[in-house]
């Protein structure tokens, strides 16, 4: 008597990339990896770093001074990423009364809010109806020798 | 499965994203070589303004503070067009632009459940990310999810999110209630011909005899009843709305880093493109160029470029489609990337004799139209190069045509560092 052997597809099988040739060159004819290999051509790129979803990714100009304490100035450029999910401590870009404005989210004795960083500019509570997330800034750039 | 992704009032809401006051007003997008609305908010669209209007004609809405009007800023609409584009990119197994504002996607292998959260989850996240809204209409053929789409942009029980299986009462349902007019391919003419022969839904079409179609029409006619069928018969190229955009593109047998085939084939694309417009009476006020890379080969780099080129003023004219084409071309073109596609999209089309109403109306003559074209072009140019504000317009030239001397086209918020948005810290 055989012993069939049923194989039963995974009910949630796990996608796994398909195998794909590396276009690598490899240095040396006897197929060992050549030490080169680990000084492969490089360059820094500060896109890559700072720009995660090229997609969901803005700049913004920074007018005012109400963030200065986070080290946000007056004229510096935001990288504002529309695709993260906002999170209490994140700096944030949001439609406050009509107006793009530059905030931290936080929250007071639990509330959340919009606050500045300048004690010149008090903290603004959030109502569903005037406060709309625009984007997370992931970086702040500060130029000092500007062009 | 196909699923059609549109974004609502496309170049309004690229203008929304970086511009929030303009949500819920009246706001027209006018074509800066002729002047006409070419694309309209649906408060704009409440106010009985059509398509096509001629700017002045509105003027005193305009004067008023009732509407307001950009000249368009095709810089930005291109850039949000290749953000929604490459979003999908990442979230479905393959997108085939149909338009600026339209792309199929293929949804194959879900289940009814999956597909639907599919659509949904396309239909918030495509705003969420590049912040503009879209219609999500999903059918086994292109011609079905085109009606999905509209469904889902029109209908009050499909909120943004449509999906027609062909065989199902709901389908029977809603195509009961489609007029025949309203379908892909069916222009006017066809419209009346169906008509007389009490084809008056997209269900009767559907439920018509395919061949006796195909004789008395012609063999689209018959796959456009095999589409409403369920049957996908249709290619992309077979496809188009001939008033509103005519698109043109081929996968190459090979792929190819050299910018030779690729001028070679933009030029096919072009020209057939320009046989398309007069064929049909048209004139196109832009262009769009796109190039793909093979997205089937990670291994390789990935790089897929688009660009919207305006026209100096509409034409069918071949020279000037070739000419904004191969500009286009130029601009984005990188060596050492291997293309596997390219196509060409005409953009904004016109009617030729309203063409010729809507010139006679603004009162200028053709050479005074070109000096104000080539006085911005100039006036661009030096401001990009020396610096924002190195030339300004003084007192607007007494004659010069209204639509030229109110035009303001938005900041390129994502073309270019001197005209970014601008983000409060107060």
Redesign the interface.
């Known amino acids: 008597m055989s012993h069939a052997i049923v194989l039963v597809p995974a009910p949630h099988p796990i996608g796994l990339p398909l195998p794909y040739p590396l276009a690598h060159g490899r240095a040396g004819i006897s197929g060992f990896p050549s030490p080169a290999q680990d000084y492969e051509e490089r360059t820094l790129d500060l896109n890559q770093r700072l720009v995660r979803h090229p997609t969901s990714t803005f700049f913004m100009k920074v007018e005012g001074d109400s963030m200065e304490g986070l080290g946000i100035r007056h004229g510096d450029l935001l990288v504002v990423d529309r695709a993260i999910e906002p999170r209490p401590g994140h700096v944030l870009v949001a439609l406050i009364e009509g107006e793009i404005t530059v905030k931290r989210y936080a929250t007071i004795d639990g509330e959340p809010c919009f606050c500045s960083a300048n004690p010149r500019y008090a903290p603004v509570p959030i109502t569903d109806r005037d406060c709309q997330v625009w984007g997370v800034v992931t970086a702040v750039i500060h130029e000092l020798l500007t062009r | 499965m196909f699923g059609l992704i549109d974004g609502n009032n496309f170049y309004v809401s690229c203008e929304r994203v970086f511009n929030?006051?303009l949500n819920g007003r009246a706001v027209g997008i006018m074509s800066n070589n002729d002047g006409c609305i070419v694309a309209r908010s649906n408060e704009l669209k409440a106010l009985g303004v059509e398509m096509g209007t001629p700017a002045h004609h509105v003027r005193h809405l305009v004067d008023r503070g009732e509407v307001i009007l950009y000249s368009s800023n095709y810089e930005l609409y291109g850039d949000m067009s290749h953000?929604v584009q490459?979003?999908l990119e990442?979230e479905t197994a393959g997108v085939e632009p149909y338009s600026i504002d339209e792309m199929f996607v293929r949804m194959d292998g879900f289940t009814p459940e999956g597909l639907l959260e599919h659509a949904n989850s396309l239909h918030w996240k495509i705003p969420?990310?590049?912040?503009i809204p879209v219609c999500v209409g999903v059918a086994a053929t292109h011609t079905l999810a085109k009606l999905a789409n509209r469904i889902a942009k029109k209908h009050p029980g499909y909120p943004g999110v449509c999906i027609l299986h062909a065989e199902s009462d709901e389908a029977k349902h809603l195509l009961q209630q489609i007029d025949v007019g309203d379908i892909w391919g069916i222009g006017r003419r066809l419209n009346e011909r169906l008509q007389i022969l009490g084809i008056k839904t997209a269900w009767d079409l559907r439920e018509a005899d395919a061949k006796r179609l195909r004789r008395k029409f012609s063999v689209n006619m018959e796959r456009t009843v095999l589409e409403l069928r369920g049957i996908s018969c249709l290619e992309m190229n077979d496809l188009h709305e001939p008033k509103k955009r005519i698109m043109t593109s081929r996968s190459f047998g090979r792929p190819t880093p050299h910018l030779h085939d690729l001028q070679g084939a933009i030029r096919q694309h072009a020209q057939r493109g320009a046989e398309k417009l007069r064929e049909q009476q048209s004139l196109a006020r832009a262009v769009l160029v796109f190039l793909k890379t093979d997205r089937f080969?990670?291994?390789?780099p990935q790089y897929s470029p688009s660009l919207v080129v305006e026209m100096e003023r509409p034409s069918q004219d071949t020279r000037d489609i070739l000419h904004a084409a191969q500009e286009a071309l130029r601009k984005i073109y990188r060596p050492k990337y291997s293309y596997k596609k390219a196509g060409v999209m005409m953009l904004d089309l016109t009617d030729e004799n309203r063409q010729q109403l809507s010139l006679m109306d603004t009162p200028q003559t053709e050479e005074e139209r070109q000096r104000s074209h080539k006085l911005m072009a100039t006036m661009d140019a030096l401001n990009e190069k020396m610096g924002k504000g190195t030339v300004r317009l003084g007192l607007p030239e007494k004659n010069a045509p209204w639509h030229l001397r109110c035009a303001h086209r938005s900041p390129r918020?994502?073309t270019n560092?001197d005209e970014?948005?601008?983000?409060?810290?107060?």
């Open positions: 929030p006051k953000r490459a979003t990442q969420r990310y590049t912040g080969r990670p291994d390789l918020y994502t560092w970014l948005m601008v983000a409060h810290a107060k």
